[in-house]
């Protein structure tokens, strides 16, 4: 606007310095009726100069105010916008008639007060008095509900129309989706210490309140190659004290070929089923036993990279191959120099990384098959390898199948009702070598396996009853005494109830059975849990 | 061992590299895969994964649906979403770079529509509301036609040998609708005016083409159980606004529809989104026809 201001106070400057000159006299006047008639002449071209010069100035000034009005279009990516950005000559050129300089904009105002042709009105509560074009009683398009004019034969460079277009017009989704998910559980146990009790250290670690997975995720796509996530987990100790932990961040890729996929940074392992999944989706408040204590109260997880290929065959199978750093806790069976420098009454050999043999190698193989249109199975095999820090030689393999079923009939409200039945077994067979120099008397070979298996009905839109098995049995040794190995067994049934999607309560009772083993009694605890969880944030889709 | 890896690839060959004449189809709802039938005829293998008669918000992602996608040509979906606790993980799984978004094989049916009810502000206190409107926008047959327009669209981009046919086909299903419109216009227009009352709000589309008021809900909000506080108050207003029909699809609670019906005289409507939920109707227009002759047969009353 500023330079057609700038144009008209020149082009005025001009015209007012030509009336100035014309206003003075001629130089010699020999007859007055030949400078009354010059002066005449000179005032027409004038004028001429004068109209000639405004249309030039008003068709400039249109000229301007007409691309200022396509910019303005284009800035707004308003709910209005109906027609995706096209060259500006044809995007401000209306449908119908064609003046030569438009005085509407269909692409701004598209429901100005009913100036729609007739025929293109909703028809809203108001039935049409005469029949519109082509001689139909009821109209066949409606302009105010398909912003996307483009004709089905027209040429498609604007097959995705503008984006932003859905809805409201704002951009869909974001760089980054941020959810954050909470969980309360209280608890009451004739066990004084839940925290041996419970194998999973998500799970309830006191009487009392516990708040253990208080979880911020954060994804998005990184760029048009990968695409990033983030679970960033606070727990609360049993003296409020805030532990952080990065649980899982890493990058993907989106873009290869072949059904492939690769991964790279810290994650949770592809063994079975519940190990890499997040508490929140858990049908039972705590871990099954051969989850906490095969693969860690942690879950196997760590800093590693991974390869998935889904196998071009005609049902669903995807094999999975990681490698993981495996140290520390969360390589619980692996290079795990334990929380006190012992483990399973070793003192532990801090093992760094010297080559590939030092790393974790978990292999998964899984399938899926639709038994109906309303029952699907998914099943899998994995297995870890790796080296373990109670010897100088010592390694770990773990082995495990899984199998879910779900039924879920057509007819299904809000994912109600359904019937869930998920079970793992998993054994590890543990070289447990002499230690720190070699300071522990024996080296044993423990083989230790387990199963859990699981049942959820949802037998009432935002009701869920479970019901659960576990089996941990240690294999007995004479010379290592160490609660955690110690054979047991676990009952568990819960009742959840979701006011919503992103609200549970979740009540249960676990009656466990400890066995007497060279060291320890055999006990019977009995715990009862209350759960409560909200979800805040980007909605989280559901894998099956 | 020796000849084992090139019997392997042969076999994966055979699964994979069958020369495939068709365009392969995967839509996310009924309806859409309907209008794809349309459009496709013989040219087009389709594959919907909700069911015509399932919540479509909450469909479990099936395994084999990851096998579906990962050969499609083309996906439909809503792209309001509607689709968003189901679709993404089983995208992330399929790994297709032909349905990536913005690719010619993603088709965002909500593209180019403007949607109603999309929220001032978000806030989950409101229920189930989707940030981009609501996404029921198929039971509007003008909307319908955009849909098909656009699905049109995306099959001559991905199979232009068979455009002639698809664009054919299109404007086929264009007049079809056309037709149909004076036909559903003319039925339904003695009740012009008219409130209706739903299981959820899902009928506004509908309604607002053929002169309707749905604004009575069982659920006191979308995707929230009705509570039989919310029950009394809806029961009052169906007599006070002297509402004669209760609309209600075949995935929610019939019973709960049943008794605020027999406590006002109105009558349950059992209709459905998406072709195939009711009987006899396989295609878009016998859906609509249905849907059409349910409510006047209901309304007459």
New interface residues.
């Given amino acids: 606007m500023h330079s057609s201001n700038s144009l008209s106070v020149f082009l005025t400057t001009i015209l007012v310095s030509i009336r100035l000159q014309a206003a003075e006299p001629a130089a010699s006047p020999s007859s007055n009726e030949e400078i009354h008639q010059q002066l005449l002449e000179m005032q027409q071209s004038i004028q001429e100069m004068q109209t000639h010069h405004q249309a030039e100035l008003d068709a400039l000034k249109k000229q301007i105010a007409d691309q200022q009005s396509v910019i303005d279009s284009m800035k707004q990516g308003s709910?209005a916008l109906?027609a995706p950005p096209t060259p500006p000559d044809s995007k401000v050129a209306p449908k119908d008639s064609t003046p030569a300089f438009p005085t509407t904009d269909a692409s701004i105002v598209p429901e100005s007060g009913g100036v729609l042709p007739p025929g293109n009105q909703?028809?809203?509560?108001?039935?049409p008095a005469s029949p519109p074009a082509a001689g139909?009683?009821?109209?066949?398009?409606?302009s105010?509900?398909?912003?996307?004019g483009?004709?089905?034969?027209g040429p498609?460079p604007g097959?995705?129309?503008a984006p932003g277009?859905?809805?409201?017009g704002a951009p869909?989704g974001s760089y980054l989706n941020i959810s954050f998910d909470a969980v309360v559980v209280g608890a009451a146990s004739s066990d004084a210490n839940l925290n041996t009790l419970e194998v999973g250290d998500h799970d309830p670690q006191q009487r009392g309140f516990n708040a253990r997975n208080i979880e911020l995720a954060l994804d998005g796509a990184v760029d048009p190659y990968f695409?990033g996530f983030a679970n960033i987990v606070f727990k609360l100790d049993n003296n409020n004290q805030t532990e952080v932990e990065v649980e899982e961040a890493f990058g993907q890729t989106?873009?290869?070929?072949f059904?492939?996929?690769a991964k790279a940074g810290q994650f949770f392992t592809q063994f079975g089923r519940i190990n890499p999944t997040h508490p929140h989706t858990w049908d039972f408040v705590d871990a099954p036993l051969v989850q906490g204590l095969l693969l860690g109260p942690d879950g196997l997880r760590g800093v590693g990279a991974q390869i998935a290929w889904?196998i071009?065959?005609?049902?669903?199978s995807?094999a999975i191959l990681a490698l993981q750093n495996g140290q520390g806790g969360t390589g619980y069976s692996f290079r795990n120099p334990g929380d006190t420098g012992t483990f399973f009454e070793r003192q532990t050999i801090d093992r760094q990384t010297d080559g590939l043999s030092d790393l974790v190698v978990t292999p998964r193989l899984e399938a899926?098959?639709?038994l109906t249109?309303t029952q699907?199975i998914?099943g899998g095999v994995s297995a870890a390898f790796g080296p373990n820090d109670t010897g100088y030689n010592t390694s770990t393999q773990i082995y495990g199948v899984d199998l879910f079923y779900?039924w879920?009939p057509?007819?299904?409200?809000?994912?109600w009702p359904f019937v869930k039945w998920q079970s793992e077994a998993m054994y590890r067979r543990y070289e447990a070598g002499q230690g720190l120099d070699n300071t522990f008397p024996v080296a044993e070979t423990f083989h230790d396996w387990g199963a859990y298996s699981q049942v959820v009905w949802g037998f009432h839109?935002?009701w869920a009853a479970g019901l659960r098995g576990d089996y941990m049995h240690m294999q007995t040794s004479d010379v290592t005494n160490d609660p955690q190995r110690q054979s047991r067994s676990r009952v568990s049934t819960d009742l959840t109830w979701y006011p919503?999607?992103?609200s549970k309560f979740r009540l249960q009772y676990n009656y466990d059975m400890l066995q007497s083993n060279a060291f320890l009694p055999s006990r019977d605890e009995n715990s009862v849990f209350l759960m409560y969880e909200i979800a805040l944030g980007a909605?989280?889709?559901?894998?099956? | 061992m020796k000849h084992s890896i090139p019997m392997l690839l042969t076999v994966?060959a055979a699964?994979?590299g069958t020369a495939r004449a068709k365009l392969s189809v995967v839509t996310t709802l009924a309806d859409y895969a309907a209008l794809a039938r349309e459009i496709g005829g013989d040219h087009v293998d389709i594959t919907s994964m909700a069911?015509p008669?399932?919540?479509p918000?909450?469909v479990?992602?099936?395994?084999?649906f990851?096998?579906k996608l990962?050969s499609a040509d083309i996906l439909i979906e809503g792209?309001?979403?509607l689709e968003?606790?189901?679709?993404?993980?089983l995208l992330?799984?399929?790994?297709n770079?032909k349905l990536?978004a913005?690719a010619?094989g993603?088709v965002?049916a909500?593209?180019?529509?403007?949607?109603l009810d999309?929220p001032a502000t978000l806030s989950?206190a409101a229920?189930?509301v989707?940030?981009?409107?609501n996404p029921h926008?198929m039971v509007?047959p003008?909307?319908a036609?955009?849909v098909?327009?656009?699905i049109?669209?995306?099959f001559?981009?991905a199979d232009p040998a068979n455009a002639a046919s698809y664009?054919t086909n299109?404007?086929k299903f264009?007049a079809t609708?056309?037709a149909k419109?004076?036909d559903?216009?003319?039925a339904l227009?003695p009740f012009?005016?008219q409130h209706l009352a739903a299981y959820h709000d899902d009928w506004l589309?509908f309604a607002?083409?053929?002169?309707f008021?749905v604004d009575v809900f069982l659920e006191p909000k979308p995707?929230?159980?009705p509570s039989p506080s919310h029950l009394a108050e809806v029961i009052g207003k169906i007599k006070a606004e002297k509402i004669k029909a209760i609309i209600v699809e075949?995935?929610?609670?019939r019973k709960i529809a049943e008794k605020v019906a027999s406590s006002t005289g109105a009558h349950v409507v059992e209709a459905a989104q998406y072709p195939d939920g009711l009987p006899n109707t396989a295609t878009y227009v016998e859906l609509i026809d249905v849907l059409v002759t349910r409510l006047t047969t209901a309304l007459k009353n």
């Fill in positions: 709910p109906p909703s028809p809203g509560n108001q039935p139909n009683m009821f109209p066949t398009t409606d105010s509900v398909v912003a996307n483009a004709p089905a034969t498609s097959l995705v129309p277009l859905i809805g409201g869909k695409e989106t873009d290869l070929p059904g492939l996929q889904v071009p065959v005609p049902f669903y995807q899926s098959y639709d249109s699907t998914l779900k879920k057509a007819d299904a409200e809000g994912g839109k935002g919503s999607e992103f909605h989280g889709a559901h894998k099956f | 994966l699964f994979t069911k008669t399932e919540d918000h909450f479990d992602a099936r395994p084999s990851v096998v990962r792209g309001a979403e968003v606790g189901w679709l993404p993980p992330q799984t399929a790994r770079p990536e913005g010619v993603r965002q909500a593209e180019g529509i403007r949607l999309v989950r229920g189930d989707h940030a981009s409107g926008f509007d003008i909307i036609k955009a098909a327009a656009h049109a669209r995306a001559a981009a664009a299109e404007k264009e609708i056309d419109l004076q559903w216009g003319r227009l012009r005016g589309y607002r083409r053929f002169g008021d995707g929230v159980p075949p995935y929610h609670n």
